[in-house]
């Protein structure tokens, strides 16, 4: 695992993005993946790029909202879809095409975000139980006022896997959890979490699209997550059982092949195809 960090520069300002990079040594062969972390940190998704990059031939960038593990977040950078933008020129930066865009919770809506933007460097974009939209009759938790014990109850299918004992943190450690949840909710907005507005943007998606959902998640269900998949022309759906709001921690074998496998069916070649 590498880490580099970019400074990229915007209309609103600059802004520097830290990266990991997973899967370096397969050189320019390796299929890019952008991996969007939600919001418990980096640490919810790095692990999963190890996996994805050590068993498929793949670089997976794996960038750190700012704000997030201990980096800075410009004032200006206030909400999901310049999070979006951002994304947009770090591909440019990084010269990267035909990248598979992954998104999981918070980091799914800024997938999705990218996606309407239309990028030509994109290739497929997969939502793993991603927020952003409001579904009526099916709301997303209020996160924000639970423990972290709290938070894993709704988020996990089997919790017994996956026990948090808060005193166990240092206090660096703590000191990054709490910038974490201040990014968080600036990102997330005034309604939570959620945009009334990126209904109409999913409209316009025209990447190859997959929503991916764990049958488990208590934090947005099941059918929030068909709403989502509906509300994006030609998206498919997938349920994973046995899982909850993070397969990519929980159950990363169900995972791998449909995020692998979606990738690999919307090249840029097969496109063309």
Known sequence: MTATTHTLKLDQGTVDVTVDLQGQERGQRGRPFLLLHGGGGPQTVTP?????????????????????????????????????????QLLEELDLRDVAVVGNSIGGWIAAELAALGSERVSSVTLVNAVGVRVQGHPIADTFPLTPPELARLSFHDLSKFRFDPSALSEEQRAVMGANRAALRVYSGPHDMADPTLTDRLAKIDHPTLVVWGASDQVVDVDYGRAYAQAVPGAEFRLLEGTGHMPQTETPEQLLPLVWDFAESHTADSTRN
């Open 48 to 88: 999963f790029a190890d996996f994805l990059a050590g068993q498929r031939p793949a670089r997976v960038f794996t960038p750190f909202h700012p704000g997030f593990g201990g980096t800075a977040r410009p004032e200006w950078l206030t909400d999901v879809p310049a999070l979006a933008r951002v994304y947009a």
